[in-house]
């Protein structure tokens, strides 16, 4: 039997451990918050998946060394910020080689590296690890969905695309379709970059802006996205698919969007950190803002829906002004 290990209890990572339990893998998952397992094996539910049971046979330790010994996959699905730290924690626990998968979206402010490429650099760190093989997972991808068993398609992106497959065998079911891609860069920067236009098209309807505006928005940041993207050396193809346009779909319209609640309530007046506060999870558009803007700078690339949104976030364009700001550019071919 496959044996899968989680870190972090969020929502994300519960409605995987779920997803990955009832079909037939021995998963157990440790959290940095010892009262959220004491939670969750005392309840076997989410407070923020309402409805979903936790199957009997899933297992729960507060013991990083327990957590990674003796299992043929860890899967790293705590929010961005903490997965510097908790793989500088997990890293001496870890088998060179042991295959690997993140789930966290985002770019770290300071190294600019995605979030597998955190992952590898805390193993390297560790002598012996020579062998790291840190696959991306991600797509249009809502917990509250695959909690649910709705259909729900991902992709598994790797540098050596055997290790992609593996990770394909290990979660695909007949729920839960996973495509593989070796360009793990662009599939990454997708899920990173997405919040942020969530984040503006959160703003827009904040204001009451309608359909088109959203369209619109989704569009041209998938045209941000892409052209970062390209600077950065990664495959076009990759913005066109699942991690990049799917997710931006689904992040710019869906009602289980953090990043777009916070955005409209930031469109409604709120500040940035008033609107973290009232969504009460994680908003990875916030924390992804800085290094798009440093990104941005970096490869020389116009990102202008990022910077309207960076302006708002710091308090130096009104919302209601941002609209003029963005259509008052030099006009353009599309
Ligand atoms: N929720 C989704 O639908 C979804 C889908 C795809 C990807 N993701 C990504 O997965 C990641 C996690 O998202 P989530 O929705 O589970 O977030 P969440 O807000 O539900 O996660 C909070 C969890 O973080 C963990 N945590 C808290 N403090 C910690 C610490 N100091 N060190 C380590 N872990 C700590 C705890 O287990 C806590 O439950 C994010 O990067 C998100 O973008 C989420």
């Known amino acids: 039997m496959t044996k899968v290990g989680v870190l972090g209890a969020g929502t994300w990572g519960i409605a995987l451990a779920r997803m990955l339990a009832v079909n037939g893998k021995d998963v157990t998952v440790w959290s940095a918050l010892p009262e959220e397992l004491k939670n969750l094996r005392a309840t076997r539910r989410h407070p923020n998946l309402p409805g979903m049971e936790l199957p009997e046979s899933m297992h729960y330790t507060a013991d990083l060394a327990e957590l990674c010994v003796n299992k043929d996959l860890l899967l790293f699905a705590v929010p961005s910020v903490f997965v510097r730290s908790t793989a500088k924690k997990a890293a001496q626990y870890i088998v060179d080689g042991q295959l690997i998968v993140d789930v966290a979206k985002g770019m770290e402010e300071k190294t600019l590296m995605s979030m597998s ?36 398609l991902i992709v598994a992106a790797a540098k050596a695309e055997q290790d992609a497959k593996e990770v394909q065998k290990i979660f695909n079911n007949q729920n839960f379709r996973v495509y593989t891609n070796t360009d793990r860069l662009g599939t990454e920067l997708g899920g990173a970059i997405k919040n942020v236009i969530a984040l503006s098209v959160g703003i827009a309807m904040g204001l009451g802006y309608g359909d088109n505006a959203k369209a619109a928005l989704i569009t041209r940041g998938n045209a941000e996205l892409s052209r970062l993207g390209m600077a950065m050396g990664c495959r076009a193809e990759t913005f066109a698919g699942l991690s990049g346009m799917g997710d931006l779909i689904v992040t710019c319209t869906s009602m289980h969007s953090r990043n777009l609640h916070a955005g409209m309530l930031i469109g409604h007046g709120m500040s940035a950190e008033d609107a973290k506060a009232e969504v009460g999870q994680v908003v990875e558009g916030i924390n992804a803002l800085p290094a798009a803007k440093r990104l941005e700078k970096k490869y020389k690339v116009e990102m202008p829906i990022v910077d309207v949104v960076d302006a708002i976030l710091s308090g130096k364009l009104a919302a209601r002004d941002a609209v003029a700001s963005l259509m008052g550019r030099n006009l353009k071919k599309e």
């Not at 955190?118 to 909690?147: F, M, Q, Y």
């Open 117 to 152: 490429e955190v992952i590898e650099d805390e193993l390297k760190n560790v002598p012996g690890h020579e062998h790291c093989r840190v696959v991306a997972l991600s797509g249009p991808t809502h917990a509250e969905e695959v909690a649910r068993d709705l259909p729900t």
